[in-house]
């Protein structure tokens, strides 16, 4: 079966309105593609440069911006984040910036709250987003376990911003994406008039329908980006070149950062790195990060060892693992692949 056979097929599995996917083998772009439609109303095909809700693949911006700081020597990855927040509960205090990256803060995730599926609809202040939480305990001693949070990130936002005397946004733009030539990469505002913006689509009562509004203040740097394979590409070449930090510091990122729990990381089968999930594949190095969110799902997978990256953006949020979708196109291109058994999501 051919590539376009392959993915053309998992779309009519999936009920895949449109999908846009990337290539990229040491550095240079071998599949740059779209695939059905990016608005199903207008019949505006999917193409490389339509621009889809990336969610939580955005966490790995939000931690390249806090990568940069730690090698600027603004700050240290062993401080605690209250060192940079006012007004943190007690409970957080000790939190470091490391735990939060690599999701061992033990903060409950506040789209894990019991209203919180009450509160997307509204705009509501950052304040407000942590209010959902900050009177729970937290989930386990910082450091002992991992549990997926997205608070720790929505925190890390809040110390960029007050770091840099800039917004998140306004960080982004000019530390990342304008460098790097993203023009396409922007903060997700509903609002926006953003060229090639796919529309997003979820299932409801077995029929295809839009995706409800989904404020912008629930994502911010927890996963708050538009982007499109094109322009992924691109934030591909630089992790691959070591373009906007150490070829150290991304390795560091890349390193499994098992918990204090004792599980021994050959049986976690897939631990977090510093804004990466790094899967166990037999010895060889991949790592990725999936995103999901109302309407969209998206993934990043590296397989370093092999040095090719796969990047997919769909605009359907009931694909619950875009991962392995990355991994079987990867197999297309590297057979290998093709014999490594599938791991956890790379949430």
Known sequence: ?????????????????????????????????????????????????????????????????????????????????????????????????????????????????????????????????????????????????????????????????????????????KQIFEPLGMNATVMNHPRDIVLHRAAGYRFLEGKLVNKPYYSPSVTYSAGGQLSSVEDMVKWEQALYRATLLKQATLDLMWTPHPPNSGDDWEKLRYVAGLGWWISNYSDRRVVGHNGSILGFASNITRFIDDKITVIVLCNLDRVSRPDAIAKEIAGYYCPELTKISLQPPLS
């Not at 470091?96 to 709250?113: D, E, V």
Request: with cysteine; charged share 20%; proline share 5%.
């Open 1 to 173: 079966m051919l590539i376009d056979d392959y993915i053309r097929d998992i779309m009519t599995k999936n009920q895949i309105p449109g999908l846009s996917v990337a290539v990229v083998q040491e550095g240079e772009e071998i599949l740059v593609k779209g695939y059905g439609l990016a608005n199903v109303e207008h019949c505006v095909p999917a193409t490389e440069k339509t621009v889809y809700e990336i969610a939580s693949v955005g966490k790995t911006f939000t931690a390249t911006g806090t990568m940069m700081l730690v090698e600027e020597g603004v700050i240290s990855l062993d401080e605690a984040i209250a060192d940079y927040l006012d007004y943190l509960p007690l409970a957080w205090q000790s939190v470091t910036i490391k735990q939060i990256l690599s999701h061992q803060s033990g903060i409950p995730n506040y789209t894990h709250a019991p209203n919180y599926w009450e509160i997307t609809r509204l705009d509501l202040s950052k304040s407000e987003i942590l209010a959902l939480v900050t009177d729970l305990p937290l989930k386990f001693p910082p450091g002992e376990f991992s549990a997926y949070d997205n608070t720790g990130y929505y925190l890390l936002g809040l110390m960029l911003e007050k770091l840099t005397k800039q917004s998140y946004g306004d960080l982004l733009r």
